[in-house]
């Protein structure tokens, strides 16, 4: 299969001479930003170097939970998950987001056992997250062709589609007034009297005052380019596709091995449940104390 094929956007072509706020990255996160300033008046621009979407935005497993994060991310995954649920209406769109349910699959008594710890944390922030035994998993699993003991399991957590999810939320700001350009890569940013002036553009500059940068994994070479030290290391994962499968589960859930997601075309998204492959750079060695916990 080809790579994933994201939903049209359109954007706009000539580069503004100024704008309040200006944004690096048309990711999830860019997007996001240029959505909220729009909507609150702000003049902002975006700009993508590439297409929208076009890296790990639409490449993820497209997973939207609360389940299984740090605890101090959980009222942020909170608040994350209501504006999913409005969303579609807001940007007046399709991003695809379900609360179709999330599983973390218990193949031993001591996975069942450690789940628990992060079970006390849901019924703290009063998650509707439980443990469910064999028979409830092979309903949330339907078609699994081996039976589990259990699965740690958050009705309320959803699914979103990678592909649709950006062009959607950019579609919405565009119509709050946002400015948003593609093939447009930022080179740097120009200061005048220790603040920042402008943004240089492959295309030209713009004047701003503010910058957002929502470079994804690109954002650690941009910083450094302004003596900024950003600690961040890049993983690779593999995800595949399938076509569409007629029984299966409908939300997302994860074993030791695997995880998977059913897509808005019926088909599901399967990934390698916890292995990433780091290749050694320079970067290992440079951010070795900042990772060591890790
Ligand atoms: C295997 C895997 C699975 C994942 N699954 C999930 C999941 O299920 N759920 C979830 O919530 N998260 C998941 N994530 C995390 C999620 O994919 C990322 O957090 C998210 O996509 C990051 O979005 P972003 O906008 O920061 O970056 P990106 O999507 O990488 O976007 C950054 C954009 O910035 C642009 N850019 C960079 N430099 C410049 C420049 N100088 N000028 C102009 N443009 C520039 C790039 O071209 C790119 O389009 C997963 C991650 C991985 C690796």
Redesign the pocket.
Known sequence: MPAPILDRSETDHALPKKADVVI???????VSTVLFLAERGVDVVL????VL?????S???????VMGRDRREIPLAIEALKIWDGLDERVGGQTGFHRSGIAYISETETDIANRDAWLKLAQAHGLDTRQIGPDETAAVMLGAGQRYKGALYTPSDGRAEPQKAVPAIAAGARRAGARILTG????GIEKSAGRISAVITEKGRIETSTVVL?????SRL?CKGLGIRLPQLK?R?S?LRTSAVNRGPDGAGATASYAYRKRLDGGYTI?NGGI?MHALVPDSFAFFRDFQPA
């Open positions: 690096i990255g048309g990711g999830i996160i860019g700009c993508e170097k590439g979407g076009g890296e790990q935005s490449r993820n497993w497209g997973w939207v939970r447009c890569a930022v080179r929502a470079g994804g994994a690109w941009f993983v994962n995800v990934a990433n």
